[in-house]
């Protein structure tokens, strides 16, 4: 385990922290989605360390050309172009999520790594807290 100030930034408020926040829901019918990605920017306009996760029906959340007009709801999705300006750039997407749904990092909003299960383990066992949505 990394010393405790090891990760210790520009925050006045104390040791940054690593915040994981796992986005595994459809960007449409529930709140949560959109609570994770303002949770996100929260945690980073307060210098935290933040890491956020695509997966399963998640990676829909960062898809490209979303028209919801016909769901009479507004596209909160274009959103995710703010992660670069509050420096959130550790994001990634599993890959056997994608591929499970006929998409490609191309097909994405935001740049993203794409990596495998076991991967996305790794990078999970690495953060002092991880956060579903």
């Known amino acids: 385990m990394p010393d405790e100030n090891e990760f210790e930034g520009e925050y006045q408020g104390g040791t940054v922290k690593r915040f994981l ?20 920017l929260i945690a980073a306009a ?10 399963d029906d998640g990676v829909y959340q960062i898809k490209k050309d979303q028209d ?19 420096d959130v750039e550790k994001l990634y ?7 499970a749904r006929g998409l490609t990092a191309e097909d994405l909003l935001v740049p993203v790594e ?17 956060l579903g949505g």
């Open 21 to 40: 926040y796992v986005n595994r829901r459809a960007p449409h019918g529930t709140i949560y989605p959109h609570e994770t990605l303002e949770m996100v």
């Open 46 to 55: 307060f210098d935290q360390d933040v890491t956020v996760v695509f997966l």
């Open 68 to 86: 919801t007009k016909g769901i009479g709801i507004k596209n909160f999705t274009p959103a995710f172009r703010a992660l670069d300006d509050y």
């Open 93 to 99: 997407v599993e890959k056997e999520s994608l591929e």
């Open 114 to 130: 794409v990596v495998s299960t076991e991967e996305l383990r790794e990078i999970m066992a690495e953060q002092d807290v991880v």
